[in-house]
């Protein structure tokens, strides 16, 4: 038996998010006295994946069929199911991302495993098998044993360190599940990447600066973003900022928007209502600048400033440009 | 055209979440339930796909009996009518095959649901019933338009871009912003929502593959530090040297 890890590939490298469910998956193999595998498949370099090694992985089944370029869930969950079969892996790592999560539920109802979602913990496995998961938006945990013989993990983003055994490196191995067209029936029929200022992709960013509607405008956006270039940070804004159209709808975070977990969120003219705080209240360290010292935000901030935005932020971005990166 | 569409029946998004004294319950005490926010999306898109090309929206929850206020607003929403399944809703896959036993029954072209629920934040329903039903599950989608009877075109978020997928019927997804604009219920939908068929039904024998043990909160934090607004780029030296994020 052994510990089988699902890495996902942008651009010919590994996302962050997949390296961390890597060193979670082999800490779970060393736990449980095993080895850990990963399968991989689409647009990651063969270096990229035997780098692996330094996250703990000993060996990688690759599916170069060029069907799974894109993402399509059906011929994921194959190529998946196939490398769990050949390794009788019992436990299975994702990281809980919109891929991982999407293949980890049909793959829990394929290999009739039980499935945690937003892990946070690594396992307890004297007696029973319990994970900690995020649950009620981040206001609270839950302890959850999983009961069937196959256990399926999805691993909340930012939670787990990424262990660097520099060096070491993973053998890649073939591994070919016959996707055929029947597989391919929600192929996409186009992709589009959006405009990351900076590249720094939301979900998986380790710093966020925000921008609620204090900010007065979209033409007042240079200052959050200048400052997430200068922290080499993601934007992100509060729902009506959406809502009236002043950023994309992918950058709203909250309990109807996208959940962030950053090492640092910083909020600027955004008072703190609850659904914006359950989207963002698992970020390790809460920054809040608002000019009224009673908003919300600052009950659940660890730094703040009671200030001008306009005033403050442009100081923030200098003092930020003085940094030694 | 025949859509199924799930809701769960949560806690407001304002409540405060506390747990039994021994921790192994969320306590409902004084608690307002609603319809889950993510949910609402998938209802409206579902009521909006109706009034263009007809058919019907049935809504279905498992859950026990104290869902049903929440069942007629789906209804009073625009739902035409709607099933309980008679039973706690113990995980993700006992949901899941709930669902998977009415849709059985009734064959329906679309069945949507919130990409989550915000109590359990599972992101497994939807996913779940695809595969037990061997169709298609396109999720978390925020764009969903008919191209003719048989065909769907959705827009599908994945991590740092989308994904446009065309699908035949039928098949599963699930809702996100802005996938629609949620609805109040007017006084004639609240009307006619009391003599809505609402089928109670008892569910089918699935066992539950997970069971929670218990449930904590986050530690509460040690109280802001404020740093002076003309003295900003102290903020920055204090991120960098003592909270070491920078
Ligand atoms: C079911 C439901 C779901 C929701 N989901 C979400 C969600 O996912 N995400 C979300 O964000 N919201 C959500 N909301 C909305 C939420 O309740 C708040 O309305 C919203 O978060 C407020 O956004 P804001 O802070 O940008 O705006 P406001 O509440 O208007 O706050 C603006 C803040 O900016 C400050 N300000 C003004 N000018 C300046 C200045 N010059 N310098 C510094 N500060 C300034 C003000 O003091 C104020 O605190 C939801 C609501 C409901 C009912």
Not at chain 1, 19 to 24: I, K, N, R, W
Not at chain 1, 130 to 137: D, L, N, P, Y
Not at chain 1, 142 to 157: G, M, P, R, W, Y
Not at chain 2, 38 to 49: K, M, N, Q, S, V
């Amino acid at each position: 038996m052994s510990v089988l890890v699902f890495v996902e590939g942008l651009n010919g490298e590994i996302k962050k998010s997949s390296l961390e469910a890597a060193s979670y998956g082999s800490q779970v193999a060393q736990t449980l006295g095993t080895s850990a595998t990963a399968v991989a498949m689409g647009d990651i370099s063969q270096n990229a994946l035997a780098k692996l090694g330094e996250q703990g992985i000993s060996k990688v089944l690759y599916d170069a069929d060029e069907k799974l370029e894109k993402f399509v869930a059906e011929a994921y969950v194959k190529v998946i199911a196939k490398a769990a079969e050949q390794e009788n892996a019992k436990v299975l790592v994702f990281a809980h991302s919109n891929i991982g999560a999407a293949v980890g539920s049909r793959l829990a109802v394929r290999l009739n495993g039980s499935l945690a979602t937003n892990v946070t913990t690594l396992p307890k496995t004297d007696g029973a098998f319990t994970v900690t998961r995020s649950v009620f938006s981040g206001k609270a945990f839950a302890e959850v044993e999983l009961t069937s013989d196959v256990k399926i993990i999805a691993v909340q983003k930012n939670n787990f360190e990424v262990s660097q055994n520099a060096g070491t490196t993973a053998t890649v191995e073939n591994l070919s599940a016959d996707v055929t067209d029947a597989d391919l029936t929600t192929a996409p029929k186009e992709t589009v990447m959006q405009e990351t200022g900076g590249g720094v992709l939301l979900q998986e960013a380790a710093i966020v600066v925000s921008g609620g509607r204090g900010l007065k405008g979209p033409e007042n956006w240079h200052l959050i973003e200048d400052l997430a270039r200068e922290l080499g940070a993601a934007t992100a804004c509060s729902k009506p900022v959406a809502d009236m159209d002043w950023r994309p709808h992918h950058e709203h975070v909250g309990q109807t928007g996208i959940t962030v977990s950053p090492n640092l969120y910083i909020a600027i003219g955004i008072s703190g209502a609850i659904q914006h705080l359950a989207g963002v209240n698992s970020s390790k360290v809460i920054v809040v600048i608002n000019k009224d010292a009673e908003a919300p935000f600052f009950k659940a901030a660890d730094y703040g400033i009671v200030g001008d935005a306009f005033e403050v932020v442009p100081k923030l971005i200098e003092a930020a440009k003085a940094l030694d990166k | 055209m025949k859509i199924l569409v799930c809701i769960s029946n949560v806690p407001d998004t304002t409540a405060k979440i506390n747990f039994t004294s021994d921790n192994t319950a969320f306590d409902k005490n004084g608690v307002q339930f609603v319809i889950n926010p993510w949910d609402e999306y998938a209802l409206t898109r579902a009521i909006e796909l109706k009034e263009a090309k007809g058919g019907s929206v049935t809504v279905l929850n498992v859950g026990e009996a104290d869902t049903e206020p929440n069942i007629r607003k789906a209804l009073a929403i625009g739902a035409d009518d709607a099933i309980r399944v008679n039973a706690h809703p113990k995980d993700a896959f006992f949901v899941a095959q709930q669902i998977a036993a009415v849709a059985k029954e009734n064959s329906y072209d679309i069945i949507l649901m919130g990409r989550e629920s915000i109590d359990y934040n599972g992101f497994q329903v939807h996913n779940m019933v695809g595969e037990i039903l061997g169709i298609p599950s396109i999720t978390p989608a925020f764009k969903l338009d008919l191209i003719d009877d048989a065909t769907a075109r959705l827009e599908r978020e994945i991590e740092g871009g989308k994904e446009v997928v065309e699908v035949k019927l039928p098949f599963v997804a699930s809702a996100q912003q802005p996938m629609s604009e949620p609805r109040i219920p007017n006084m004639r939908g609240i009307m006619t929502a009391r003599t809505k068929p609402l089928k109670v039904v008892e569910p089918s024998g699935a066992e539950a593959k997970s069971a929670y043990v218990s449930f904590s909160k986050p530690e509460k934090k040690g109280g802001v530090k404020l740093v002076d607004a003309d003295n900003a780029a102290e903020l920055i030296t204090l991120l960098r040297n003592e909270a070491k994020v920078l």
